[in-house]
């Protein structure tokens, strides 16, 4: 059985009675009038819909597929549409193949570029090092502007 709603979650718009509505005056967001022309709530993550089995809008960390709403893959903000793939990940994530993959260890931003991962934005007191296998690597004791994992331009104030 669907939940009937007071129109627009509790305010009605216009001349609404009694969840009352019609194609030429609709519900509010996350309503749709049905058959019998009462307001009822549509499938949870959507924002608009034309029934509780269609959604035309989702919302926010939810994506449509044929009109059903689907969460999001974890670590995902956005999806192409009308699929799971995902178009943008959260920031200590990077996009490979339409999937969110972890960043390093240590590392606050990366980017993928085929199969090769780049820390843009490391760990305070962290370096991108990318000799052998790629990975931040921990910068010397007291450096406070490091120019490699082993090497500093600038000591940190009472250091030199």
């Given at each position: 059985?669907?939940?009937?709603?007071?129109?627009?979650?509790?305010?009605?718009?216009?001349?609404?009675?009694?969840?009352?509505c019609?194609?030429t005056?609709?519900?509010?967001?996350?309503?749709?009038?049905?058959?019998?022309?009462?307001?009822?709530?549509?499938?949870?993550g959507?924002?608009?819909?034309?029934?509780?089995?269609?959604?035309?809008?989702?919302?926010?960390?939810?994506?449509?597929?044929?009109g059903?709403?689907?969460?999001l893959?974890?670590?995902?903000?956005?999806?192409?549409?009308?699929?799971?793939?995902c178009?943008?990940?959260?920031i200590?994530?990077?996009l490979m193949?339409?999937?969110?993959?972890?960043?390093?260890?240590?590392?606050?931003y990366?980017?993928?570029?085929?199969?090769?991962?780049?820390?843009?934005?490391?760990?305070?007191?962290?370096?991108?090092?990318?000799?052998?296998t790629p990975s931040?690597?921990?910068?010397?004791?007291?450096?406070?502007?490091?120019?490699?994992?082993t090497?500093?331009?600038?000591?940190?104030?009472?250091?030199?």
């Open positions: 059985s669907l939940d009937l709603l007071t129109c627009d979650s509790g305010t009605c718009k216009g001349a609404y009675l009694n969840n009352q019609s194609p005056s609709p519900c509010g967001s996350g309503l749709f009038c049905n058959p019998i022309g009462i307001c009822d709530k549509c499938q949870t959507c924002s608009n819909c034309t029934s509780n089995t269609f959604c035309t809008s989702p919302m926010p960390g939810y994506f449509l597929i044929n059903a709403v689907t969460p893959p974890r670590f995902c903000l956005s999806s192409v549409y009308n699929s799971s793939y178009s943008t990940c959260n200590t994530y990077y193949n339409g999937a969110c993959n972890a960043c390093p260890s240590n590392c606050n990366c980017t993928a570029y085929g199969t090769n991962i780049t820390c843009n934005i490391s760990a305070t007191n962290y370096w991108w090092n990318t000799a052998g931040c690597t921990k910068v010397i004791a007291n450096c406070a502007t490091p120019t490699s994992a090497a500093c331009s600038m000591c940190a104030a009472g250091y030199y």
